[in-house]
């Protein structure tokens, strides 16, 4: 098929996904495209590098963006944050429920004072915001689980399609040769591992829609969930292969496995923490017993070192000269430090490869403590959930896990990465209570379909109840309903 055909095809696709999803969920805040606009740049190329597409300079990672970027990135976070503040959210309650993550952040602003770039990292830290702002505007929707549905939705639209183009038909944007000469497919993203993480993500996404179709009433919508799953479940498939990534791979199965797992009859979700536990000690006996590892990676095509990737991680710990506190918010990577590497490794590494480490590197213990907590308070919260949310608790349970192995060999507790993000939305805790559900669907100004479609979605918030009453006000988050 030409080039020129393949591409009109895709596009006609891409913009009847949207057409359909416009009628679908027309009711839906209009909040929500800037999320979408937030991720489709972090998850695959800034709006700088789409611009100079097919140019060699697009191809290179940006320090700290361009002015078209950094205005791009600001007006979101401007624009996101004026959307919560006519949503007046109660401040107080939400940092009492993500204490940790609020720690975690207020200590990567205080951090920029030791930092060696002040201004870069100040920039940074700003940039980083977008994050949990732009969780917020889905998690205090009136549907929390509807609107993640569309935003996810919306960027897989553009993304994937786009991904399966690049790789087929126009070679010269979605592939290219790593540092060692060898040929890469990225699709609409900038490397392999990137295409892989973004595929896992959105495979993941799909996975679970298909999974929880059965609990959609509605029969049409049912069945639109269901081929509209299946298809981007496949396209997903594709282009795990073309990533060629071992991690990428490994956690798509693993995430896979805890959905399909958490649904099974003689799994008891109560248990969840006991299976984990049990879990753990398997593995660990299997690697002192048979070194499971060495022949993991060995079945992988893989070497022991990850592809330098611990010797990386021996260099870099010893260029962090403070141990206790770090080199300040997201400055490791920058003057003599990243010169350093740079001589050393030819083909210039500019991050830890490991999430941990770079955390350590960027925060030192006390982040890494931090993250530590947040990932804890996390996961005990999604483990009671799966007793009264089921649907949607085992879809981040998955999601969870699978951010948590893929930063294992990626550093993306960083940046403007669709990683941090996602992680964002899994950690935010935002209990919306009846009493608002109540008074907010009546003056959201949403068709009747929509509301209907809230209710038919697997995981959605409940409605109000006869039981709803003080226990609700103490816990409400809002002065008023959401607009």
Request: hydrophobic content about 50%; charged content about 15%.
């Amino acid at each position: 098929m030409p080039a020129w055909l393949a591409t009109a095809l895709t596009f006609a696709f891409v913009i009847g996904l949207y057409v359909w999803d416009g009628r679908r969920n027309s009711g839906f805040s209009k909040a929500l495209w800037l999320p979408v606009l937030w991720i489709i740049p972090t998850a695959s190329r800034f709006p700088t590098q789409w611009l100079m597409l097919g140019r060699p300079e697009a191809t290179q990672n940006v320090t700290d963006g361009s002015t078209l970027d950094a205005i791009y990135f600001l007006l979101l976070i401007v624009s996101g944050g004026i959307v919560l503040v006519r949503r007046r959210i109660l401040t107080a309650e939400l940092i009492r429920s993500n204490f940790w993550l609020f720690s975690m952040l207020v200590f990567g602003f205080v951090s920029i004072l030791w930092s060696d770039f002040e201004f870069i990292a100040f920039k940074r830290w700003i940039k980083t915001l977008g994050h949990p702002i732009m969780a917020l505007i889905i998690l205090t929707d009136v549907s929390p689980v509807g609107a993640f549905r569309v935003v996810m939705k919306r960027c897989a639209f553009f993304l994937l399609p786009t991904s399966v183009l690049f790789i087929k038909y126009l070679p010269e944007y979605g592939r290219y040769f790593n540092p060692f000469g060898a040929g890469m497919y990225r699709g609409a993203m900038l490397t392999k591992n990137e295409l892989g993480i973004v595929t896992v993500l959105f495979g993941l996404f799909f996975v679970w829609s298909f999974l929880s179709r059965a609990r959609i009433s509605d029969a049409r919508e049912r069945r639109d969930e269901t081929v509209l799953s299946g298809i981007f479940v496949l396209i997903s498939l594709y282009l795990l292969r073309y990533a060629d990534s071992a991690a990428a791979l490994v956690v798509f199965t693993a995430g896979t496995a805890i959905m399909i797992g958490f649904g099974m009859r003689m799994i008891s979700r109560r248990y969840f923490g006991t299976y984990l536990v049990v879990a753990v000690a398997m593995v660990a006996i299997a690697q002192l017993t048979f070194g499971i590892y060495e022949q993991l990676l060995t079945m992988l095509g893989r070497d022991i070192t990850l592809t330098d990737r611990t010797m990386i991680w021996t260099d870099v710990i010893e260029l962090q000269t403070r141990p206790l506190i770090g080199m300040g918010f997201e400055s490791f990577w920058l003057g003599a430090r990243i010169e350093a590497m740079w001589d050393k490794w030819w083909w210039r590494p500019n991050q830890a490869h490991n999430g941990y480490i770079e955390t350590y590197l960027n925060l030192g213990p006390i982040g890494v403590a931090l993250l530590f907590l947040v990932i804890v308070s996390a996961f005990r919260r999604i483990a009671a959930d799966l007793e009264t949310d089921f649907e949607f608790a085992r879809f981040r349970m998955a999601l969870l896990f699978s951010i948590l192995a893929y930063n294992v060999t990626e550093a993306m507790f960083k940046g403007v990465a669709i990683t941090w993000l996602m992680f964002h939305i899994v950690v935010i805790a935002f209990p919306r209570s009846q009493t608002h559900t109540q008074q907010a669907e009546p003056s959201s100004g949403r068709s009747k379909s929509v509301r209907a479609y809230g209710r038919n979605l697997p995981g959605a918030s409940p409605g109000p109840t006869a039981d709803s009453g003080a226990q609700n006000e103490k816990t409400a988050y809002y002065r008023r309903p959401v607009q």
